[in-house]
């Protein structure tokens, strides 16, 4: 099993940036991709974007592209995703999760899940 920990949220304007970290420990080995979602008030919880352990292959969300870059820290089991130009639109709560593969990971089924971290833009 891998445990996942979700920090680095909070309040910042419009046109910010923050910073997210997702902790992974446990059975890291046995994980291969590692992705972000979120999920605002009243609203279904939607892929941002994921990265690979190896080889550090990654795909975005297309309303994040340009603005979100996901990076990884094997040595330290961590995955950072930098938000940049942060818009009103993506307040949401937002969580890491991991599987050994990609397909399930997108389609958000994957095995394990942090606990979320909530990200709040002002206008």
């Known amino acids: 099993q891998v445990q996942l920990v979700a920090s680095g949220g909070g309040l910042v304007q419009a046109g910010g940036s923050l910073r997210l970290s997702c902790a992974a420990s446990g059975r890291t080995f046995r994980s291969y991709v590692i992705g972000w979602f979120r999920q605002a008030p009243g609203k279904w919880r939607e892929f941002v974007g994921y990265i690979s352990w190896v080889g550090g292959g990654r795909d975005y969300a297309d309303f994040v592209k340009c603005r979100f870059t996901i990076s990884r820290d094997n040595a330290k089991n961590m995955v950072y995703p930098q938000m940049n130009s942060l818009e009103p639109e993506d307040t949401a709560v937002y969580y890491c999760?991991?599987?050994?593969?990609?397909?399930?990971?997108?389609?958000?089924?994957?095995?394990?899940w942090g606990q979320g971290t909530q990200v709040t833009v002002s206008s």
């Open positions: 999760a991991e599987d050994v593969a990609v397909g399930p990971l997108v389609a958000g089924k994957g095995r394990s």
